[in-house]
């Protein structure tokens, strides 16, 4: 799966699960992640930091989650090596959404996998943003 | 295949102290102020929000205070170039960068922007200057800029952020292990073998390791981890004899080239003052050529003998140099590169120039040669804000990301700034921002100050009104006087209660300690600050005399019978007879800053 396909993916499957979509928002969402990517990066596979930058987008514009504080994130050595991606990355690894290789390491530049992809946006489109917004 | 230039002589690291500046660029700057969009919004600002925060900077008087520049940050512009030229990310920038730089000049501030050194910028939009200069100085001049913040992502001749690791190759020599001198005088072909490891080695970044010399190079100042201070860039030298004046030799080099930090395969070698060789080594392993598929790039080759090359040595003594100081050349070159360009266009611009390269090739040694401050880590925050979110800041953290690891660097760098060179940036302003209470942001806007560093705020001014805990640290019009003080003179550390030797070099990473920093101001004026660094209240009586104070910046401190001080944040004014500046206590985090003035 390339990056212009992921971006594709999270919105048919949000689409799919919320029939209470807001399209204004979507829109913004699909608007902000065109304008990180290049027509070449477009088509490149999708490394962890890409994907937790797209991620982190929709979390913030279509499902309005708050941010986390850094609890574990803070371990992840490599996560200074993406000053861009940085809070994102810490974002979807606080949250479970994408796991790092190890305990102090994620991977930024790692090459996802379409079934990991998937799991990483099942995980974050079934989020209950009440019950998050409640804790 | 981008290769890096032949350079010219004035931009060798030789000329790195010579005080010349290139391409004309314009001295004699205080520290810039204004406002920055990345700790506010990162890679989210948007033209509306720029709006809005120039509208702010004159409403809150800001303006009057010195706050004059306003700078887009990374996220401004289309992921790619348009007919070769930067263009403005329509959604976010619906007007235009140009309609943008007329508002904000309208309201009487500057404009500034962002652009990188590499093929990317750091958010990743491929629109980085190499290879474009000249089209994106056109651009920037139209535009009508009067600031450039100039990153160092993606840069293809170092392993820096989001570059090719293999980059290394380029910025470190191969491991050397001997050299060979064939002498072709008489044809006689004698030879003669000199290990390395008996050779000098100037320095602190390479060392021996088993019957080879590694690291010839310099370190990667990204991180906290390396001293700003001293020589760090290491060179090999031997020391030969020639018997007859220009007498022909032949030299090889024994070498195991990699691509891994530390161990590259880019030589260069001097023979006395002259530059003989300045290249890669093994022309099979450069880190931009195409792989076969499947192919990996070896980090580590072994060890061989190199092609030999022609070279003459005078009579007496000679020097036989091996090194490689590229890192450090080839990012000076890239960002002469745009001021060339700049310059080109309009030969007295005086287009403030910012150097983001996070401390990584140590520009406080080059860097005044063409800009006017030089980031010295990576980022103060990598949590900034967003619209409705200030972002976090930290006091604290064993990285670069807190006020206490940008200053515990910068208080030792003052020998690298001044008005004829430029200024040591810890990076923007985090006031306001989540995670820093308001004693912490007093403390980091006097560290600020007192280092000359760039002021420039990095929140959403619609979070301050005139008169709040926030607008009374940005808008104190002393700490102000004191950052933009006609002297140019960043701050000296005087003391430290941790300090083992020499207070103004020694780099001290332990923040449980007070320091004593004292700069000189105009008209014979010092400001004096006593800083508690620690996150603890500190009960200790610091005493700092006159005469010590003399001792270390001569008649720039005058000496009085007597002295009106000034608190800075709490305006009190006292009286000073004795000449000895104490304190008894200082909060957690906290500072007692002076204005000093010899009054009889």
Redesign the interface.
Known sequence: MNIEAFIDYIISEYEMAHSDKNDIDIDHFWKEVMSYFSEDMLGSPVNKKSAARILYAFSRIVLKLPNLDWIRAKKLRDIYECRVCAEAIAQMYERGIIDGVGPCIFGINDTMKAEELRMAVDKIVQINTNIIWSL | MLTPDRLENDRRFSAFDNGEVLYNKKKNHLPAMGWNSWNAF???NTEALTKVMADKITELGLDKLGYEYVILD??CY???RVDGRLSN?E??FPSGFKALSDYIHDKGLKFGMYNDIGT?L?????VGTCGHEKEDAKSYIEWGVDFLKVDNCYYPFDNA??SNPENAAYTFAPNIRAIKLVDKADNSDTECILPAVEAELTGSRASIEDDHITGLGTFDGTGPESSPVGIRSSELIFHVSAAAEMAEYEIEVEYQAGAIEGVGNWLQIAVNDELIFDDFLNKDMIPALKKEEGEEEKALLPFTWSEPLRIKLKKGENTIRLMNHRRQENTLNSYARLLKELSNINPDNEIIYSACEWGKTHPQNWAYKVCDSWRIL??IT???G?DG?PG?GAWVED???SVTTQYNKAVIMDEFAGLERGWNDPDMLMIGMNGLDETQCRTHMTMWCMINSPLMLGLDLRRVQKGDWIYNIIANKDAIRINQDALGIQAKRVYSTLQKTEPDKEYIRDIDRIDVLVKPLVNGDFAISFINVSKEDKNQNIRIDIDKIRELFGDKIRKASKYSVKNIWTGEVSENATGAFEVTSIKACDNLTFIVTPIA
């Open positions: 990162g890679s989210g990374d996220g289309k992921p790619e990310e959604n976010k990317n750091c958010a990743g939009a491929a952020t989001f990576n980022d990598f949590r900034v967003s979110d976090h990285y670069t990301t």
